[in-house]
Nanobody, 118 residues
Framework: QVQLVESGGGLVQPGGSLRLSCAAS????????MGWHRQAPGKQRELVTT???????YYVDSVKGRFTISRDNAKNTVYLQLNSLKPEDTAVYYC????????????WGQGTQVTVSS
């Protein structure tokens, strides 16, 4: 069982930055694939970025060059640095985890709200 707790959301102006954190429980974190998803009002949840235990990353095209995922295996924590934020980045951001490189995400955090508005 993996438990995930996100933090770091908030209100930011367009062009601003935020850093989200996701703290994970469990002793196998270093072998866990981690992801960040988001869900905007009235839209389906979408995958934003992933990172493997070894640090290999994936980003959806809409955030490439603006968002950066990273992890600290010693702290059981994954981060999402959000730069050059746009109003369309407004969403609830969810941390997720799985033990395989593909397939469904069985573990989810509670979500943290990111609002980009002037």
């Amino acid at each position: 069982q993996v438990q995930l707790v996100e933090s770091g959301g908030g209100l930011v102006q367009p062009g601003g930055s935020l850093r989200l954190s996701c703290a994970a429980s469990g002793s196998i974190f270093s072998r866990t694939f981690m992801g960040w998803h988001r869900q905007a009002p009235g839209k389906q949840r979408e995958l934003v970025t992933t990172i493997s235990g070894g640090g290999a990353t994936y980003y959806v095209d809409s955030v490439k060059g603006r968002f950066t995922i990273s992890r600290d295996n010693a702290k059981n924590t994954v981060y999402l640095q959000l730069n050059s934020l746009k109003p369309e980045d407004t969403a609830v951001y969810y941390c997720s985890a799985r033990l395989s490189p593909s397939g469904r995400w069985p573990y989810w955090g509670q979500g943290t709200q990111v609002t980009v508005s002037s």
